[in-house]
């Protein structure tokens, strides 16, 4: 039940869609100067690295559950709420939804790279290896 309440809540703040979608680009992750949120899994980072210097926080872990009071405070201590900042995932799925949450339910100042870490890699940016922060 939860997660078609919460599946039901994101799709419907995507309908009022205020947030900055931005096809992901090497370019772009190299010269940005906001935060990258990458809210993929552990496995993930393991499997494809991270874009240098983003902030590792997983929003769906690998059973598809979430946590979101913990998303949040885990967020609120990397970003302020008006700051803007961006979201990663593998292929963008899934910062569709979260994006359009925090961003028009939320008021969060966020930024979707839609296409995620997989467009990075095939348009041929290096990852960095994923290590635990420690």
């Not at 899994?41 to 690295?49: A, D, I, L, M």
Request: proline residues 1%; neutral net charge.
């Amino acid at each position: 039940m939860k997660k078609i309440l919460l599946g039901l809540f994101i799709v419907s703040s995507s309908i009022f869609a205020k947030v900055t979608d931005i096809e992901v680009t090497p370019e772009f992750v190299e010269n940005t100067h906001m935060k990258i949120i990458d809210i993929r899994t552990k496995s993930e980072w393991q499997e494809t690295g991270i874009v240098k210097g983003s902030y590792t926080l997983t929003f769906f872990d690998e059973r598809k559950n979430y946590d979101i009071d913990g998303f949040l405070d885990a967020l609120d201590k990397i970003v302020k709420k008006d700051e803007q900042f961006a979201i990663i995932c593998r292929i963008g799925s899934r910062t569709t939804m979260v994006s359009n949450f925090l961003g028009n339910k939320l008021d969060y100042n966020v930024v979707n790279l839609d296409g995620g870490i997989m467009k990075l890699i095939r348009e041929g940016y290096k990852t960095e290896v994923y290590s635990p922060k420690k």
